[in-house]
T-cell receptor
Framework: GEDVEQSLFLSVREGDSSVINCTYT??????LYWYKQEPGAGLQLLTY?????DMKQDQRLTVLLNKKDKHLSLRIADTQTGDSAIYFC???????????FGTGTQLKVEL | GAVVSQHPSWVICKSGTSVKIECRSL??????MFWYRQFPKQSLMLMAT?????????EQGVEKDKFLINHASLTLSTLTVTSAHPEDSSFYIC????????????FGPGTRLTVL
């Protein structure tokens, strides 16, 4: 199976919080990332967390890392229609710069 | 954050022709760049690591003679799809690491290749 897994689709109402989950399998991952991809575009780096951290907050974004369970989540507060996109988590394994991407979660924000 | 550009943003070509895609780091230098391929509604698959001044490193299953990579300077890597066929049609995206210990990786806007 995939090294990094995500649920395929999430629908939320505007103004609610969104939580996108990701599970990975490699305990040697050093950094974990969240990227946003809008249709026909490249990937925008949203945030990342070092593996020795449990949480990182950046404005509306909160990343939680449970290293024991190899679980990563991205919470978007006050979700807006402009947040509609595909969100990818990615892991960087120890010693290199290569990233392994998750399957992507399509976030749809409804009015 | 750092900016990575790609050119062209989209290209349509006939089967059997070769297509070159450029990836540039605009405001930083990159000794390493990465080339990915993305099929519709799928994740990114790493094709190869482009190394400035040396040979590229290809992932398993990627034909090095089909996808030629040249990293001639610290700001430019090129991917040439040789003798393109319809199954090569895809979205090709490059990235380059930057920041402390290269902990941030920035992506280009992608190139949509359609082979007729």
């Amino acid at each position: 199976g995939e090294d990094v897994e995500q649920s395929l689709f999430l629908s939320v109402r505007e103004g609610d919080s969104s939580v996108i989950n990701c599970t990975y399998t490699d305990s040697s991952s050093t950094y974990l990332y969240w990227y946003k991809q809008e249709p026909g575009a490249g990937l925008q780096l949203l945030t990342y967390i070092f593996s020795n951290m449990d949480m990182k907050q950046d404005q509306r974004l909160t990343v939680l890392l449970n290293k024991k369970d190899k679980h990563l989540s991205l919470r978007i507060a006050d979700t807006q229609t402009g947040d509609s996109a595909i969100y990818f988590c990615a892991e960087r394994k120890g010693g290199g710069n290569k990233l392994t991407f998750g399957t992507g979660t399509q976030l749809k924000v409804e009015l | 954050g750092a900016v990575v550009s790609q050119h062209p943003s989209w290209v349509i070509c006939k089967s059997g022709t070769s297509v070159k895609i450029e990836c540039r780091s605009l405001d930083f230098q990159a000794t390493t760049m990465f080339w990915y391929r993305q099929f519709p509604k799928q994740s990114l698959m790493l094709m190869a690591t482009s190394n400035e001044g040396s040979k590229a490193t290809y992932e398993q299953g990627v034909e090095k003679d089909k996808f030629l990579i040249n990293h001639a300077s610290l700001t430019l890597s090129t991917l040439t799809v040789t003798s393109a066929h319809p199954e090569d049609s895809s979205f090709y995206i490059c990235s380059a690491p930057s920041g402390i210990a290269d902990n941030e990786q920035f992506f280009g806007p992608g190139t949509r290749l359609t082979v007729l």
